[in-house]
């Protein structure tokens, strides 16, 4: 692999810095007040469903220490589950069960977990270990996401998602974020996890990074990460337009994935959104960014924004 590009590459490049995304777009089209909507994972979800915007089926929601007597009772009749913290952030917090195995739940990754084992994680949750600020949390159980065969061979044990890039509520940018051994099956690109690019006008694949620097191929599995075509990709980008609407941000990261049965779901939103979206498409977002902020008025219709971001890379 090779190093992706210097600092003055990167500028002639229309490379937004953090800096300026903070000051000239998240203070200037985030209202504080907003927050609260994509910081609480519970009250996006809900607004997903409010939107029309399919989403992990919920299960269950535990918010103090005293339901955890019956958290054998809250698993029975689940043999794969998804427990999260409302407020975490950068996928910590969040327990994947595979499978029982007797009265032992498996994780990913193969190692066994008790009921007891699992109580004192959610325990965890509660008192606000993995949330944002310390503050305490609430625990939620949800659907397993059955990723879609598209990423057979280019994910490692976790769930790839769909991170799209979305500014006055017109999708600009979006990449892929492919599980691997080293982010340890997390979709978490500062764990490890690949940034692949997607090109907006088609929904295709097409550079990868790892880091800053750039890769063709999974390094687990050695298969190809580019040319991959993501399928309904309309859709896709169409949440998202949704999703922007509903919770009111200007701009705005929308993480969905795809599942094998039911299709593309919102995962989560982000009003903070990072800036790796730019190493994985080796495209700056300022050009995009520029053309939107200088539009003397957005289209109202959801269809029309999404044909206007087809356009955007073409």
Not at 257 to 278: I, K, S, W, Y
Not at 284 to 313: C, H, K, W, Y
Request: proline letters at 5%; hydrophobic letters at 40%; aromatic letters at 6%.
């Amino acid at each position: 692999m090779t190093s992706f590009a210097n600092p003055q590459s990167l500028k002639n490049k229309g490379v937004l810095g953090i800096n300026q995304r903070n000051s000239d777009y998240i203070m200037r089209y985030n209202k504080r007040k907003l927050y609260p909507l994509v910081d609480d994972k519970l009250q996006t979800k809900q607004l997903a469903i409010d939107a029309g915007v399919a989403v992990p089926k919920l299960y269950s929601i535990i918010k103090y220490n005293h339901q955890l007597k019956k958290l054998e009772t809250l698993l029975e009749d689940h043999n794969e589950i998804v427990i999260k913290p409302a407020h975490g952030s950068g996928g910590n917090g969040i327990l994947v069960l595979t499978e029982k195995v007797g009265k032992l739940y498996k994780t990913p990754s193969g190692d066994l977990m008790s009921v007891n084992a699992i109580r004192h994680y959610i325990s965890n949750i509660l008192s606000g270990m993995y949330s944002l600020g310390g503050v305490p949390d609430r625990a939620f159980f949800e659907y397993r996401i059955k990723f879609d065969p598209v990423f057979d061979e280019v994910s490692f044990k976790g769930v790839p998602d769909i991170r799209i890039i979305v500014f006055r509520g017109i999708p600009i940018s979006a990449m892929v974020r492919l599980p691997t051994s080293d982010s340890n099956g997390k979709a978490n690109l500062h764990q490890g996890a690949i940034g692949v690019g997607v090109n907006l006008a088609t929904g295709c694949t097409t550079h990868g990074v790892i880091g800053n620097d750039t890769t063709s191929l999974h390094p687990d599995t050695g298969q190809p990460i580019e040319g991959l075509q993501l399928p309904r990709w309309k859709k896709i980008l169409q949440i998202a337009v949704k999703c922007s609407d509903k919770v009111g941000l200007g701009y705005l990261g929308v993480d969905i994935v795809l599942d094998r049965t039911l299709g593309p779901l919102m995962l989560e939103l982000n009003a903070r959104p990072g800036l790796n979206v730019q190493l994985a498409n080796q495209r700056g977002l300022l050009a995009n960014l520029n053309t939107i902020e200088n539009m003397e008025s957005i289209p109202s219709e959801a269809d029309q924004r999404v044909a206007f971001a087809l356009s955007l890379n073409k």
